[in-house]
């Protein structure tokens, strides 16, 4: 049904199609011919838009030269009246007056005469402001707020702002210098002078800015450029006061007196920045560091010259720490009394590194501490030197009178435990030393910045103080533009510590190496003292008239068995003294003291073993000590052996049981003999007709040599 329906209106839709399609045709025509009446109407009418234009600018023109008559004529009017109005002495009339003639001027620019249409209003101005300048001044003293404000509205409308604040700036600074100079008449200290005079400045900073602010638009800058020209404008002025105090100071107090007075200084410039921090967006940050610079500038001379200042000053101070003394265990005391007292300068000169230049003198601390240690471990060889000369141990001569005397040998072990403290305290202040550093002048190192172009880390930081406000008082860099190579050094060891770390540093290299070659002096002063009364008996061997004078009944002896001779005294010496030495060096092992430990660890000792000898000593520092002594013994004596001009047969068998008599020392001690001994002992056992094949298992110089003195052929 609905089929046939549509069907049915088939015809009746077309129809309407039809007539729709007609009328679209229709719209277009009467479209085109409306669009061609426009463009015809356009043509027509555009030369009269532009005729009208050309009316409406010369209209433009008109009004502007009929406002300038006027204006010229307003000009002539207020000119001839001004003179009227300055009579009146009212200068809120003569204010009005003059912005008046200000604003007629603006539009007489083109005029023949405006320069000296200003010439004059700069003349009128003047006199109004030397007409006013009384009541400013009695305005700014009396701190009305009322007059102030309208002083402000009138120069403000005459364009004498920057006069205005002349005056202001003129009547407070002058009350400050007059105090300033009332404070330098007093019989005060500088450093009270100082304090007096920051505390008055900082409250004027608080009393003035609240008073500005109810007077002047920019309150802060205007108080700021204030401090900035008090500051330039005291008489005398800070820095000849400083340098003054500092020729007056004697060299042994003076950094001490730079840094009481630039703690005054410290403590007005963080009460100034407490004060405007609040307010730093609202800040010109310009006239803050200029107010900076100011504050802190006086000090700059001194700050470039630290590392100069810290040195002769840790020089004074470590010369007056006596090491030397009459007797040894004083010398012996001092010297361990003295690593404390080392290290507290040491630590003192951080806190003044700090303290004066914020880290960035830092480059010159180094200096002044490696001055500092090269002159302590000067005194401590020097005192070294001095023991060694009272124990006598640089005059060993050979002295038949033996006598055990380990007082030398005790001290020299304490020494050596001193060693030890120097070197752990050295190692505590070096890390100490980079973690403060880096603490402190770290911030100025910028993040991005590379060891190999100073100038890149220069544009790192421009742009990041752009991307957010900076503290002026925490940005104040005097290094940076006063000495760039020391910046750049600076910035050089920043970076290598934050990279490797501040445990894996260099920083007091060359001072820990000095302090090693003080240990290793301690343990040559140990040996030679135990050494000396071993060494003293040898010296006797090539001497002995034993050795070429025959024995009683030697011709009947000579076939006797060796057991019947015994150690001649020297050896017997000798081997008891060997003996006795673990129990002296007993503490080696026992005592427990780590900075004993350190120093012996770190310590070389004279005569090492032989290479293939086993080392099983290296464990146990009195095994280490016992056989490098014994080593010493046992080639000493080899030595002097070699010297011997002549051997009986008899002498020849006593000397093989002094050797042998030393051998057995070794044994209970579990010590090995040495080569070149056992090689002697065995040429002096050998019998003649012996000798040379003995002589074929030992080297050739030492077979001749013993050879000589036993009288046979090799």
Same mark, same amino acid.
């Given at each position: 049904?609905?089929?046939?329906?549509?069907?049915?209106?088939?015809? =009746?839709? #077309?129809?309407?199609?039809?007539?729709l399609?007609?009328?679209?045709?229709?719209?277009?025509?009467?479209?085109?011919?409306?669009?061609?009446?426009?463009?015809?109407?356009?043509?027509?009418?555009?030369?009269?838009?532009?005729?009208?234009?050309e009316?409406?600018?010369?209209?433009?023109?008109?009004?502007?030269?009929?406002?300038?008559?006027?204006?010229?004529?307003?000009?002539?009017?207020?000119?001839? &009246?001004?003179?009227?109005?300055?009579?009146?002495?009212?200068?809120?009339?003569?204010?009005?007056k003059?912005?008046?003639?200000?604003?007629?001027?603006?539009?007489?620019?083109?005029?023949?005469?405006?320069?000296?249409k200003?010439?004059?209003?700069?003349?009128?101005? %003047?006199?109004?402001?030397?007409?006013?300048?009384?009541?400013?001044?009695?305005?700014? %003293?009396?701190?009305?707020?009322?007059?102030?404000?309208?002083?402000?509205?009138?120069?403000t409308?005459?364009? =004498?702002?920057?006069?205005l604040?002349?005056?202001?700036?003129?009547?407070?600074?002058?009350?400050?210098?007059?105090?300033?100079?009332?404070?330098?008449?007093?019989?005060?200290s500088?450093?009270?002078?100082?304090?007096?005079?920051?505390?008055?400045?900082?409250?004027?900073?608080?009393?003035?800015?609240?008073w500005?602010?109810?007077?002047?638009?920019?309150?802060?800058e205007i108080?700021?450029?204030?401090?900035?020209q008090?500051?330039?404008?005291?008489?005398?002025?800070?820095?000849?006061?400083?340098?003054?105090?500092?020729?007056?100071?004697?060299?042994?107090?003076?950094?001490?007196?730079?840094?009481?007075?630039?703690?005054?200084?410290?403590?007005?410039?963080?009460?100034?920045?407490?004060?405007?921090?609040?307010?730093?967006?609202?800040?010109?940050?310009?006239?803050?560091?200029?107010?900076?610079?100011?504050?802190?500038?006086?000090?700059?001379?001194y700050?470039?010259?630290?590392?100069?200042?810290?040195?002769?000053?840790?020089?004074?101070?470590?010369?007056?720490?006596?090491?030397?003394?009459?007797?040894?265990?004083?010398?012996v005391?001092?010297?361990?009394?003295?690593?404390?007292?080392?290290?507290?300068?040491?630590?003192?000169?951080?806190?003044?590194?700090?303290k004066?230049? &914020?880290?960035?003198?830092?480059?010159?601390?180094?200096?002044?501490?490696?001055?500092?240690?090269?002159?302590?471990?000067?005194?401590? *060889? %020097?005192?070294?030197?001095?023991?060694?000369?009272k124990?006598?141990? &640089?005059?060993?001569?050979?002295?038949?009178?033996?006598?055990?005397?380990?007082?030398?040998?005790?001290?020299?072990?304490?020494?050596?435990?001193?060693?030890?403290?120097?070197?752990r305290?050295?190692?505590?202040f070096?890390?100490?030393?980079?973690? =403060?550093? #880096?603490?402190?002048?770290?911030?100025?190192?910028?993040?991005?910045?590379?060891?190999?172009?100073?100038?890149?880390? /220069?544009?790192?930081?421009?742009?990041?103080?752009?991307?957010?406000?900076?503290?002026?008082?925490?940005?104040? !860099?005097?290094?940076?533009?006063?000495?760039?190579?020391?910046?750049?050094?600076?910035m050089?060891?920043?970076?290598t510590?934050?990279?490797?770390?501040?445990? %894996?540093?260099?920083?007091?290299?060359?001072?820990?190496?000095?302090?090693?070659?003080?240990?290793?002096?301690?343990?040559?002063?140990?040996?030679?003292?135990?050494?000396?009364?071993?060494?003293?008996?040898?010296?006797?061997?090539?001497k002995?008239?034993?050795? !070429?004078?025959?024995?009683?009944?030697?011709?009947?002896?000579?076939?006797?068995?060796?057991?019947?001779? *015994?150690?001649?005294?020297?050896?017997?010496?000798i081997?008891?003294?060997?003996?006795?030495?673990?129990?002296?060096?007993?503490?080696?092992?026992?005592?427990?003291?780590?900075?004993?430990?350190?120093?012996?660890?770190?310590?070389?000792?004279?005569?090492?073993?032989e290479?293939?000898?086993?080392?099983?000593? #290296?464990? !146990?520092?009195?095994?280490?000590?016992?056989?490098?002594?014994?080593?010493?013994?046992?080639?000493?004596?080899?030595?002097?052996?070699?010297?011997?001009?002549?051997?009986?047969?008899?002498?020849?068998?006593?000397?093989?049981?002094?050797?042998?008599?030393?051998?057995?020392?070794? &044994?209970?001690?579990?010590? /090995?003999?040495? =080569?070149?001994?056992?090689?002697i002992v065995?040429?002096l056992?050998?019998?003649?007709?012996?000798?040379?094949?003995?002589?074929?298992?030992?080297p050739?110089?030492?077979?001749s040599?013993?050879?000589?003195?036993?009288?046979?052929?090799?």
């Amino acid at each position: 049904e609905t089929s046939h329906q549509a069907l049915q209106n088939m015809p =009746r839709v #077309l129809r309407e199609v039809e007539v729709l399609k007609q009328e679209a045709t229709f719209l277009k025509e009467q479209m085109i011919l409306v669009k061609e009446d426009i463009k015809k109407f356009e043509e027509d009418t555009a030369q009269s838009m532009q005729v009208l234009v050309e009316i409406d600018r010369v209209k433009s023109r008109m009004q502007l030269a009929a406002e300038s008559l006027q204006e010229a004529d307003k000009w002539s009017t207020l000119s001839a &009246d001004i003179e009227e109005t300055l009579k009146t002495q009212d200068v809120s009339v003569i204010s009005a007056k003059l912005t008046s003639m200000q604003s007629s001027l603006a539009m007489l620019v083109d005029t023949p005469d405006y320069s000296e249409k200003c010439v004059h209003l700069e003349a009128l101005k %003047n006199r109004l402001e030397a007409m006013a300048s009384p009541q400013i001044v009695a305005a700014f %003293n009396s701190q009305s707020v009322d007059q102030a404000k309208t002083f402000v509205k009138v120069f403000t409308e005459i364009d =004498r702002m920057p006069q205005l604040l002349a005056y202001y700036y003129k009547c407070y600074k002058v009350q400050l210098v007059a105090a300033w100079q009332d404070l330098c008449q007093s019989d005060l200290s500088l450093h009270r002078q100082l304090t007096e005079l920051y505390d008055t400045l900082l409250g004027t900073w608080h009393s003035q800015l609240q008073w500005a602010t109810q007077v002047f638009k920019n309150p802060h800058e205007i108080v700021t450029v204030l401090l900035i020209q008090t500051l330039g404008a005291l008489v005398p002025s800070i820095p000849v006061c400083l340098s003054t105090a500092m020729e007056r100071t004697g060299q042994e107090t003076k950094l001490n007196k730079l840094l009481e007075l630039y703690d005054a200084t410290i403590h007005f410039a963080k009460g100034l920045e407490v004060a405007m921090l609040p307010n730093l967006k609202e800040q010109n940050l310009v006239k803050v560091m200029e107010l900076v610079e100011a504050v802190y500038g006086p000090y700059k001379p001194y700050q470039l010259e630290y590392g100069d200042l810290e040195e002769e000053n840790l020089l004074i101070q470590i010369s007056a720490v006596p090491l030397e003394h009459w007797e040894v265990i004083d010398c012996v005391q001092e010297l361990n009394h003295s690593v404390n007292k080392l290290f507290i300068l040491a630590s003192g000169a951080i806190d003044n590194c700090i303290k004066l230049t &914020d880290g960035l003198g830092a480059c010159g601390l180094l200096k002044a501490l490696k001055a500092l240690f090269t002159k302590y471990t000067s005194d401590f *060889t %020097n005192t070294l030197q001095s023991i060694r000369k009272k124990c006598k141990l &640089d005059d060993v001569l050979s002295d038949s009178f033996f006598q055990e005397d380990w007082t030398a040998f005790q001290n020299s072990v304490r020494i050596i435990t001193t060693c030890g403290e120097l070197l752990r305290q050295c190692g505590d202040f070096e890390q100490q030393l980079a973690n =403060r550093i #880096l603490s402190t002048a770290g911030k100025y190192l910028s993040d991005s910045y590379s060891p190999c172009s100073f100038s890149g880390f /220069q544009d790192t930081s421009s742009a990041e103080k752009k991307s957010s406000v900076k503290n002026p008082w925490q940005e104040y !860099n005097y290094l940076l533009k006063e000495n760039p190579s020391e910046y750049a050094s600076l910035m050089e060891t920043l970076y290598t510590l934050k990279e490797k770390g501040t445990s %894996n540093h260099n920083l007091l290299s060359s001072s820990r190496s000095a302090l090693s070659r003080l240990n290793q002096l301690a343990h040559h002063l140990a040996f030679d003292s135990v050494f000396l009364r071993i060494k003293q008996q040898l010296l006797l061997v090539s001497k002995m008239e034993a050795w !070429n004078s025959g024995g009683i009944g030697e011709t009947l002896t000579d076939d006797l068995p060796n057991f019947s001779l *015994t150690p001649l005294e020297y050896i017997s010496n000798i081997g008891q003294y060997i003996m006795s030495l673990p129990l002296h060096l007993e503490p080696f092992v026992t005592q427990e003291d780590s900075a004993l430990e350190l120093a012996l660890h770190a310590g070389k000792l004279p005569y090492p073993p032989e290479q293939g000898d086993e080392l099983p000593e #290296l464990d !146990n520092m009195a095994d280490y000590w016992l056989g490098s002594i014994a080593r010493a013994t046992m080639q000493t004596y080899c030595e002097v052996i070699l010297q011997i001009p002549e051997l009986t047969v008899h002498s020849t068998k006593q000397l093989a049981t002094d050797i042998d008599y030393l051998i057995n020392v070794m &044994d209970a001690l579990g010590l /090995q003999p040495s =080569r070149t001994l056992q090689n002697i002992v065995t040429l002096l056992k050998a019998k003649p007709e012996d000798y040379r094949q003995a002589a074929k298992s030992v080297p050739r110089r030492m077979a001749s040599s013993i050879a000589a003195m036993r009288g046979l052929e090799c």
